[in-house]
C-alpha cells in the first residue's frame, strides 16, 4: 500500500509540471485537492450504496482539530509551495527532492511523537537530507541554492506535519479522512486562488487536473493512511520515500 501510493504521489510532480503551463500554481494546486475529494466522495457513495451500514469507525469531535490541521498544512500551504516552486524548479529535480518528505515525517515522529525507528531508517534519513542538500545547492546564485528548490523541502516539511497529525487518526474511516481533507483544502485553495484573480483554463485541462488529483492525492493518500495503521509514520514514509 504504501508503495503503491508512493508511485501514484511520484507521478505528480512531472505531470503537474506540464499543466502549470496552463493553470497557475494556486488554482492548479486547489483543483488537484478537489480532484482528489470529489473521486473519493464518489467511492465513499458507491461503498454505501453497496455495503449499507459503515464497517469503520466515524470521526468524532476530538478528531476534527487533528484533520483541520492536517488540512491546513498539507493540504493548502504544502501543494501552493510545490506548484509554484515547480514553475522554476526542474520537474525530475522536484521529484526526487519529494523524498524529504519522508525525512521531515520521520524526524517529526520520532521527536515530537516519541515514535522508534532503527538504524537502517537513521542511515535513510542522513543519506537522503544529503541528497536533498546536493540538489538544493546552486553556484550560479549568489546565495549558493536554489530558491525552488527550499521551496520543495519547504513543501516536504508541511507534508511531513500532515502525515504526523494524520497519523492520530488514521484508524477512522480513510475514505472520510482523505474525502474531507480533499474537499476542504481544494475549496480554500480555490478561494485563495479567485482572490488573486485567477481564471479557470479550458474544460479540457481543468478536467485533467482533476483526474491527477484524483489518483495522485486522492488515491495516493487514501492508500497511505491504510499503511501507517499498521507500519507507523515513521517506517511508512520510509517506503514512501521510494516517490
Known amino acids: 500500500q504504501a508503495m503503491l501510493a508512493a508511485f501514484l504521489f511520484g507521478a505528480s510532480a512531472p505531470l503537474s509540471k506540464l499543466l502549470l503551463a496552463e493553470i497557475s500554481p494556486v488554482l492548479l494546486a486547489a483543483l488537484l485537492y478537489l480532484g482528489s475529494g470529489i473521486g473519493l466522495l464518489c467511492v465513499k457513495l458507491m461503498e454505501k450504496t453497496v455495503h449499507g451500514e459503515q464497517k469503520e469507525a466515524r470521526l468524532a469531535p476530538s478528531d476534527w482539530p487533528w484533520l483541520f490541521g492536517a488540512i491546513l498544512a498539507g493540504g493548502v500551504i504544502a501543494p501552493i509551495m510545490l506548484m509554484t516552486s515547480l514553475r522554476h524548479a526542474p520537474a525530475a529535480t522536484a521529484s526526487l527532492l519529494l523524498n524529504f518528505e519522508g525525512v521531515a515525517t520521520t524526524l517529526i515522529a520520532v521527536i515530537v511523537f516519541k515514535e522508534a525507528i532503527g538504524r537502517h531508517a ?49 484508524a477512522k474511516d480513510p475514505l ?52 501507517l495503521r499498521g507500519l507507523g509514520a515513521g517506517r511508512t514514509s520510509a517506503l514512501y520515500s521510494t516517490a
Open 122 to 170: 537513521w542511515w535513510g534519513i542522513g543519506l537522503i537530507t544529503v541528497a536533498s542538500i546536493l540538489l538544493s545547492t546552486d553556484f550560479t546564485n549568489k546565495w549558493g541554492f536554489s530558491f525552488s528548490a527550499l521551496g520543495v523541502l519547504a513543501a516536504c516539511v508541511m507534508w511531513g506535519v500532515d502525515n504526523n497529525l494524520t497519523r492520530n487518526i488514521s
Open 176 to 227: 472520510a479522512i482523505v474525502t474531507v481533507k480533499g474537499l476542504g483544502a481544494g475549496l480554500v485553495s480555490l478561494i485563495i486562488a479567485f482572490s488573486l484573480g485567477n481564471t479557470f483554463p479550458s474544460l479540457g485541462v481543468t478536467l485533467l487536473a482533476l483526474l491527477l488529483g484524483s489518483l495522485s492525492y486522492g488515491l495516493s493518500i487514501f492508500l497511505f493512511i491504510y499503511a
